[in-house]
């Protein structure tokens, strides 16, 4: 996952930076041993994403609130798809973003931001989380922040902020997948650092089918990148993609410096393994009720 929209989550946005401490309530902070000062308990480098999802190691619930997908295959508006010199980022503008409800995310709304890629030298080590000890081709990241805060910047930070969905994709022969060829074709027109294509407003079919399996993985975790906030509700399905080699490998040829010296290789973050005294839960939820009327479809 990558905030990646925000040029200003650099080094220099420190999570315990002295002006946090100001304006938190006292009784919600927690010493920080290792960095000596107070921080809201939340903030604490505790639950760092990714992580390796097992099945069995899973806490089960059969009775999940379907989570529904709204608008995210619609058509209509402007859809640009851009080099920032880590991943190619996709966005719409000019229409009524997505959005997700239901599920893990309680009463509230979670707006479509952004969907990155994440990939590696080879096919079989370029996804950031990990299922049952394996590894996937690339993994995608639907970045939704909370309807009530006003844009991912505003949420970034907050414990409810963000809902990032994420869908492995794994390369298995040289069969492309029609439906995702409108981005990984796209690709071609990007490989310069920091430019940007248009592209279909439906782009996203490609995830249709797995995001309305009734399964999926979920558990509170952070960032991925820079600012590495433990802001974020994944919601991870473990079901692959299938994608052609060469889909996978043009996302290879993006460049990431102007002098075009340099390609992006890996984006991928390690696996973070929590501290021994904390316990991240991870639920495996599952409706046995079908999405409302029309979700996925509005
Ligand atoms: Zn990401």
Redesign the pocket.
Known sequence: ??GGSSPSLTKNSCLCEPEEDVNAVNNDKTVDEDAHIQVEDWRLHKFQSPIELTHDESIHHDHFEPLEFHGHWDEGGDTTFTNNGFTATLRFQNRELPFLRGGPLHEDEYVFDQL?F?WSEDDHSGC?HLFEGRAFSMEA?AVHFNKKYADFQEAHDKQDGLAVVGFFLQATDNIDNPCFDKLSSAVVDIEKVNSTTTVQSDCLTWIKEVAQCKGYYTYQGSL??EPYTESVTWILYSTPIHVSREQVAHFRNMKSTPCEQHNIKKNVRPIQTPPTHKKLNVLYARSHRSSSPGAGEK
Do not use: A, N, R
């Open positions: 996952m990558t990155h994440h950031e990241h991925t990148t």
